[in-house]
Each structure stands twice: as structure tokens, then as C-alpha cells.
């Protein structure tokens, strides 16, 4: 169950607004009275303004996106309903649901000592994309029509968001370690994961394609905050190497927002 509200006061085309603004308010009730063996909620804010610059003939941009699920009756949200960042349509420049709270996970190796024959339990450090349970971006863009209203257009952008885990009981055991043995109020996250922000940069070439009505966009991005470090970290201090992309070219078809 989704009760909505709504208000529209955008100008111009859905595709290109010129000016205004729109909200969407939404609050997904999921489980519950309802039946079915998943209860959460999930509150959700969408907020876009569209300024006419130059004279009209741009078009200042921006978006806020925020949201947060939450489980109820001793039931922790799903894995797949958590929050992953990345992709087109949030924060531009990282790889598709790339950004998320990442913890370290201690798990325990069985081997066998091969002079002795026995067994040997071995504790080795392992990380887990976890997902958040809250998630906020903002989008802003200059658009800057080349040919016609929208036909042909350059866009600079900058993307800022992270999406974070503010109430650790909801990690369920599953998400961490399916045989259950993990100890989540000792999980800890690794640094720049669950804080602070990631950000994207850079400029889109937007075609409008009037068969499917939506624009065809490559986009030049660059990523200031990216994990681009190596974490000593977890029980047995194990490295862990990061290299994310400092610069992305990719293409695709809609709009970020």
C-alpha cells in the first residue's frame, strides 16, 4: 500500500520542463494488517525546481531525493529492499548500486593441518556491500540547449548523496553471514562508507530521440570522493584494496531526473 501526494507546477514539456517545480511525497506500507511475511515502511521525498537563466534560454535544474525504510513488528527490512547509490540516475560517475555502507565480516575457515591431519578453524576478514536503510541525493544541472527546445542540449552537472545505515538492528544475520554467526552490534563499517558524501561531476550531451520521446545522453564524469585507498581493518587487520574509477564515460537513454 502506497498512499501518494503530489503537486505538478512545471512548465513546458514533462520531458524538458522550463521552469517550476514539482513534489511527490509517498509512504509505502508494506506487511502488517496487510499479511505477508515482510513489515516495513518506507517515507519517501521527491522535490525538483526548474529556473529559467539567460533570458530563458537555459535552464538551471535541481533535484532532492531522499527516503528511509524502516522494519516493524521484530521484522528487519529485506536485503533487496535496502538502498545501493550509483548508476544514471543518482550520483552519475560510480557503476550501478556500487555505492553502499560496506562492514567487515569475521568468518572462520575449517582447513586442515596437513602434518597433523586435524582440523584447524582459521579467522579470515571478508566485507559485505550491506546497503542503507536511509538515502539522500541532490542532482543540480545547467542545461543548455544547442539545437531547438531540448532537441540538442549540454548539461554540467554535479551529484552529491551516500546512502548510510543509522539503525544497525536492522542488519539482519542473513545480510552479513547466512550461517547466522555474525555478532551485528560488533560490526564495524569501513571509513567513508556509512559518513559523509559521494560526489559526481561533469557534463552530459543530451540528443532527444522523438520516436521513443526521451533523450539519449553520454555522459563525461569525474568523482572527487571516490574510495580510492587500501583499509587495514576487521579481527585480523587483513588489507583491503579500493580503486573506484576517478573518471567514468558512459551512455544511456531517460533522464537522471
Request: net charge positive; no cysteine.
Amino acid at each position: 500500500m502506497i498512499p501518494s501526494f503530489s503537486r505538478n507546477k512545471t512548465q513546458g514539456s514533462p520531458i524538458f520542463p522550463v521552469g517550476g517545480s514539482s513534489l511527490s511525497a509517498t509512504f509505502e506500507f508494506t506487511g502488517g494488517f496487510l499479511g505477508g511475511n515482510v513489515n516495513y515502511v518506507r517515507p519517501t521525498l521527491d522535490y525538483r525546481y526548474f529556473k529559467p537563466m539567460n533570458k530563458g534560454r537555459n535552464i538551471l535544474a535541481v533535484r532532492f531525493l531522499g527516503s528511509h525504510v524502516q522494519g516493524f513488528g521484530g521484522v528487519s527490512v529485506p536485503y533487496y529492499e535496502r538502498f545501493f547509490m550509483g548508476g544514471d540516475f543518482d550520483i552519475r560517475g560510480f557503476d550501478f548500486r556500487s555505492i553502499s555502507p560496506i562492514a567487515f565480516v569475521t568468518r572462520n575457515l575449517s582447513v586442515t593441518d596437513p602434518e597433523t591431519g586435524n582440523a584447524v578453524i582459521r579467522p579470515f576478514d571478508d566485507i559485505v556491500y550491506v546497503g542503507g536503510d536511509t538515502q539522500g541525493v541532490l542532482n543540480i544541472e545547467y542545461r543548455i540547449p544547442i539545437v531547438g527546445k531540448g532537441t540538442f542540449t549540454l548539461a554540467p552537472y554535479f551529484d552529491i548523496g551516500n546512502a548510510w545505515v543509522l539503525n544497525k538492528n536492522q542488519l539482519t544475520r542473513q545480510v552479513l553471514d547466512n550461517e547466522g554467526k555474525i555478532q551485528i552490534e560488533t560490526v564495524k563499517f569501513l571509513p567513508g562508507t556509512n559518513s559523509g558524501f559521494r560526489t559526481s561531476t561533469g557534463v552530459e550531451l543530451q540528443v532527444m530521440m522523438p520516436v521513443i520521446q526521451a533523450p539519449f545522453r553520454l555522459i563525461f564524469a569525474f568523482n572527487p570522493n571516490r574510495l580510492d585507498r587500501t583499509i587495514f581493518g576487521g579481527a585480523t587487520g587483513a588489507p583491503f584494496f579500493f580503486r573506484e574509477k576517478g573518471r567514468d564515460f558512459k551512455f544511456t537513454v531517460g533522464r537522471t531526473f
